[in-house]
């Protein structure tokens, strides 16, 4: 029996050597090929921008070395990865890897992953290799008929949240977006409206998730109304998006004393296209000086300058910034605390960065419920690293309407 045990634990060490073994491998293996896959992602990036070069015909676009390593977590062991990295010295875009994000540590849940999987275009028989490859063998559960039950389970989630009481809540700000996906929707309901809240507590969470047309009036209103029927009866103090939304209109009718915050990253992003690619920069830093300036006074300052600049040679792109003046710089009526939050719609931007904005659907099938699930669920599960606003102690002083003048509460 001895010589038995002894035989059974060499074995054991056999196994556990070769398993260690064959799991550096796979790691080493992995490593190659997230490497390679980065590299590949960064000569496409450089590729598009090669024509792109200055006076001297260099390229603003260039490679610029490595970010600092860090290790990501996988399901087969850590990973040590240098991602590389990329100079614009226009300053007119920034590279965001979509394959290994800013600050990711640790590979996405499944819980993650399946939601952005369904709204890139994968049809459910496609799971499991893709989780497979990137979570590891050792993940259990990857059938195609587990993962429909698992949708199944969260589309109940999904229609019971969207029926919860919400006669508790109030919400002190509001982010809205429409979100275009890689995935088929009804003919007549062509993209996702996403409402983003901000409690009394400075908590940020998911307040509405619906499909609709992003300009219309109609699906915007439908949105707001639902919000009041189910019990959000006090409006908040300031919505903030893009000024091409039927959301401000629908606003308008339903919470009439909600104000206006259009975004400054849609709004620079709007201007710029209406200008040649060799003065952007220029104006992209005209355009910060803008709303990164310390007083309203000093804001219309930087406006006034621009439009005096530019209102003779590029015309169309100053009326871009004049309709919109009134709803610019409402975020210097509020805490200056809050203004980093206020001036976009980063909430949902930075949400939905793993699953880039589509304006062209693919001939790939996706349901309607599905996608409203999936889009759901990735929020849901992004809404767990959300912190709070800074400066979340004087939202109570928002809420009782007091004043605050450049940011700063006003005496009494």
């Known amino acids: 029996m001895k010589k038995q045990s002894n035989f059974t634990r060499t074995e054991q060490m056999i196994q556990e050597n070769f398993d260690n073994a064959l ?6 293996g992995a490593k190659k090929l997230l490497v390679s896959a980065l590299e590949h992602e960064i000569e496409e990036y450089l590729a598009a921008y090669k024509h792109s070069k200055d006076n001297n015909g260099h390229q603003y676009v260039v490679r610029n070395g490595y970010c600092p390593e860090r290790e990501i977590v996988t399901g087969i062991g850590p990973l040590s990865i240098k991602k590389p990295r990329v100079h614009d010295r226009s300053g007119q875009c920034q590279f965001t890897s979509t394959i290994l994000p800013k600050y990711l540590r640790r590979m996405p849940s499944i819980d993650n992953l399946i939601p952005v999987l369904y709204l890139k275009g994968i049809s459910t028989g496609d799971f499991r290799p893709a989780l497979r490859a990137i ?13 429909v039950r698992l949708k199944q389970v969260w589309e109940s989630d999904y229609k019971n949240w969207n029926k919860r009481d919400l006669s508790n809540k109030h919400y002190v700000y509001f982010w809205v977006d429409g ?23 400075g908590k940020k969470e998911l ?28 409006p908040p103090e300031l919505a903030v998006g893009d000024g091409a939304l039927g959301f401000w209109s629908a606003l308008n009718e339903v919470f009439s004393t909600t104000r206006h915050q259009r975004c400054w990253v849609h709004k620079t992003a709007n201007i ?29 300052k930087s406006y006034d300058e621009f439009l005096k600049v530019y209102k003779a040679k590029y015309p ?7 309709k919109d003046k009134d709803v610019l710089f409402t975020f210097y009526d509020f805490p200056a605390q809050h203004w980093v939050h206020l001036r976009s719609t980063n909430p949902i931007e930075s949400t939905f960065a793993t ?11 996706g349901s309607r419920i599905a996608t409203l699930t999936m889009v759901f669920k990735l929020v849901q599960e992004a809404e767990k690293s959300w912190a709070r606003l800074r400066g979340y102690k004087l939202i109570p002083l928002v809420m009782q309407g007091k004043q605050f003048v450049d940011g700063i509460l006003k005496a009494a």
Request: hydrophobic share 35%; proline share 1%; with cysteine.
């Open 135 to 147: 979570l590891g063998d050792n993940v259990t559960g990857l059938s195609a008929t587990n993962i």
């Open 316 to 322: 169309k792109a100053c009326e871009c910034l004049i």
């Open 23 to 28: 799991e550096k491998v796979l790691r080493e």
């Open 207 to 234: 307040v509405a998730v619906s499909d609709g047309y992003r300009e219309s009036k109609q699906s915007w209103r439908e949105v707001l109304l639902d919000l009041q029927y189910r019990g959000l009866k006090t």
């Open 179 to 201: 979100i275009y996906f890689n995935v088929r929707l009804d003919e007549h309901r062509q993209c996702i409206l996403v409402i983003i809240g901000a409690t009394s507590d």
């Open 355 to 365: 699953v880039r904005l589509r304006t062209k659907r693919t001939k790939g099938c």
């Open 272 to 300: 710029l296209d209406k200008m040649p690619k060799s003065i952007q920069a220029k104006a992209k830093s005209m355009i910060h000086e803008m709303y990164q300036a310390e007083t309203r006074k000093d804001a219309f």
